[in-house]
């Protein structure tokens, strides 16, 4: 069975149709629209139509609603048949007996304008199945456009656009609104948080974990507004998608009412757990750290990093930052030695050196940063280092320098062919 | 310190407070993240830094050196030790890539202080290392709670200064002046 219609005189119809029902109707049925006329669907698409619409029914009864009727048939009209024109609260259509389930109601059953039912009635139509059994050509010629939808209706050959989209092969949940268009931020996010835990759910039962989401607008203006969301890490953790969904609503300006909102998957990936060894103590906690690694990665980007590095002369064009992945291997160092370590800064920074001569060089004898003078009591060097380039027999000269206070920097000039300014480098800590 | 100083210093102690039970010997009050120095170990009160507490070490002087040591014994345990660059100064040249050592770059001060909550709160980490962004204020005790909850010895150093302070460690920050001899041109 494809459709579930749910019809209820009483439950308020337009924008006063209550979202949480909706929302809770989306825990049973993977698609649901708001139609006209108090019409609630549901796509029963892949599943039992008779167990989904006695789901829905019993939300319906949660949330007051007693008088709510359903019909279960593989087209829309005939399940909306079935709900509205049935004294039973339940009805399942039979598969290919549609047309036959429709034919003995009344003309009303199929909603036609005043016009055309009065037409109807002049002509001496009044049953569904009598209106399906005549010729088209007929009905195109004396009833219009309108009298040949109504007369395919007749027939359950009902075009409407329900769900029409293919079914996908990942998860994926929609809400869409027939009538009016929802531009409550609040209610709006409310309805997406519960199209995610349908679509997070899904993907724990599947053993899966989505990368990437996509949220689809379908706005009054008739267009489609996709916005990508990307996690990085994957995950199947409502929470952590809606928190990116709301930093993305945060950004998203939409230029009419949303008359339709799809929460689908884009991509997924296994969701292999990590192998180690439950008496190591460091084991027990990687989920903890992988999920704070998440966290810090979604904030802020990829600042949990780990260094790759060439051969590059210069050292500050040696290193390059690749974002660290929780399957890269690396060594465990046994036996850390204590050694001073080099500390640069970000870009060397120009400085004011005095110097004198030393043989064939100039050596720094004291240098200003900031507003202090600090004296250089030993300076090893000079250290030529290349820059890559070919125009100069060096780049750069270092000199390895201890202040007065015990500190060690590392100074450096650039060759004379390129500038004689001094630069500060760095230092040991 | 000398043996004899340290000798008067204890008689000095027990004689202002006659009833102060020495921790040294007797329970400890807090579990301690070792250096794996062992001079320092015996230095630091129970042995290393308290975990779930925040300790501030002055830069310079070494500081660095022994606490990026102090990471690595860390990880050589089979725990997890992290380090929040927060001026953005570690040469990756020389930054030894361990399996349980996390470097994180984080973009501002800020950035790094968040970064080093969040860390914090995981409770994976016995030991983190925050260098170049000082918490001031009320960010201090947030990061201390943090530390608290997480269990982690929290480690904070200030930004590099122009000033000349030694570290608060003087037999790791000490540079000779002889040991740095200008190379002889042959």
């Known amino acids: 069975m494809s459709y579930v219609c749910l019809w209820s005189p009483s439950w308020p119809t337009g924008a006063d149709f209550p979202a949480d029902l909706v929302a809770s ?3 049973h049925a993977p698609r649901v629209a708001v139609g006209e006329r108090n019409l609630v669907w549901g796509d029963a698409r892949g599943l039992h139509g008779g167990q989904l619409a006695e789901h829905m029914l019993r939300v319906a009864g949660d949330y ?25 609260q339940l009805v399942v259509v039979k598969l290919g007996q549609d047309r036959q389930f429709i034919a003995p109601y009344a003309l009303h059953a199929l909603s036609p304008s005043d016009e055309l039912a009065a037409l109807l009635t002049g002509l001496g139509i009044e049953t569904c199945g009598a209106l399906a059994n005549l010729d088209a050509e007929a009905i195109e010629v004396r009833l219009g456009l309108e009298g040949v939808r109504l007369w395919q209706r007749a027939r359950a050959d009902d075009e409407r656009w329900l769900f029409k989209l293919p079914l996908r092969s990942l998860p994926s949940a929609s809400v869409e609104w027939v009538e009016y268009g929802l531009k409550d931020p609040e209610r709006l996010l409310f309805v997406i948080n519960s199209l995610a835990g349908t679509v997070c759910t899904s993907l724990i039962e599947r053993g899966e974990r ?4 996509a949220l689809v607008f379908s706005l009054g203006n008739r267009t489609q507004r ?17 928190r990116l969904v709301r930093e993305a609503l945060d950004t998203i300006t939409l230029p009419d009412a949303v008359m339709g909102v799809t929460l689908r998957v884009e991509s997924v990936t296994g ?3 990590a192998q180690g060894d439950l008496f190591d103590r460091g084991f027990a906690s990687a989920p903890a750290v992988e999920d704070a690694v998440i966290q810090l990665t979604d904030d802020q980007g990829d600042v949990v990093v780990m260094p790759e590095n060439s051969a590059h002369p210069l050292l500050e064009q040696r290193t390059k930052w690749m974002a660290r992945t929780s399957r890269t291997s690396r060594p465990t160092i046994h036996d850390p030695h204590l050694a001073l370590t080099l500390q640069l800064l970000p870009s060397p920074k120009v400085v004011t050196v005095d110097t004198e001569s030393r043989r064939d060089h100039e050596v720094p004898v004291r240098y200003l940063d900031g507003n202090e003078w600090h004296d250089i009591v030993e300076a090893a060097g000079p250290d030529r280092v290349s820059g890559g380039q070919w125009s100069s027999a060096y780049a750069r000269e270092y000199f390895r320098c201890v202040r007065e206070d015990g500190m060690m920097v590392w100074l450096f000039r650039g060759s004379q062919q390129q500038t004689k300014d001094w630069f500060l480098h760095g230092w040991w800590d | 310190m000398s043996r004899p100083s340290i000798a008067s210093l204890r008689a000095l102690i027990e004689q202002r407070f006659p009833d102060a039970t020495p921790l040294t010997g007797g329970s400890q009050t807090t579990e301690q ?72 770059r984080p973009k501002s001060r800020i950035h790094a202080l968040r970064a080093a909550e969040e860390l914090l709160r995981s409770g994976g980490f016995s030991l983190l290392v925050l260098a ?32 000349s302070r030694h570290g608060c460690c003087a037999m790791a920050g000490a540079v000779r002046r002889s040991a740095i001899r200008p190379k002889r041109r042959t």
């Open chain 1, 25 to 27: 109707l989306l825990l």
């Open chain 1, 64 to 88: 007051g609603f007693e008088d709510a009727h359903a019909g279960v048939a593989m087209t829309p009209v005939a399940a909306e048949v079935a709900a509205t024109q049935s004294t039973t």
């Open chain 1, 210 to 213: 989505a990368r990437e989401m």
């Open chain 1, 226 to 242: 996709t916005h990508v969301i990307r996690s990085s890490r994957p995950s199947a953790e409502q929470k952590r998608w809606m």
């Open chain 1, 271 to 273: 969701n292999g757990g």
């Open chain 2, 33 to 104: 993240v070792a250096t794996g120095i062992g001079a320092l170990d015996r230095v630091l009160p129970n042995g290393g830094f308290a975990r779930g507490r925040l300790s501030v070490w002055a830069p310079q002087g070494g500081a660095t050196a022994i606490l990026r040591a102090t990471c690595h014994s860390v990880v050589a345990n089979g725990e997890r030790s992290a380090w929040i660059d927060g001026d953005n100064t570690v040469a990756g040249a020389f930054w030894s890539d361990d399996h349980g050592l996390y470097l994180v």
């Open chain 2, 132 to 163: 170049g962004a000082e918490p001031q204020g009320t960010e201090t005790v947030r990061l201390t709670r943090a530390a608290r909850e997480g269990g982690a010895a929290l480690i904070s150093i200030g930004s590099r200064a122009s000033d």
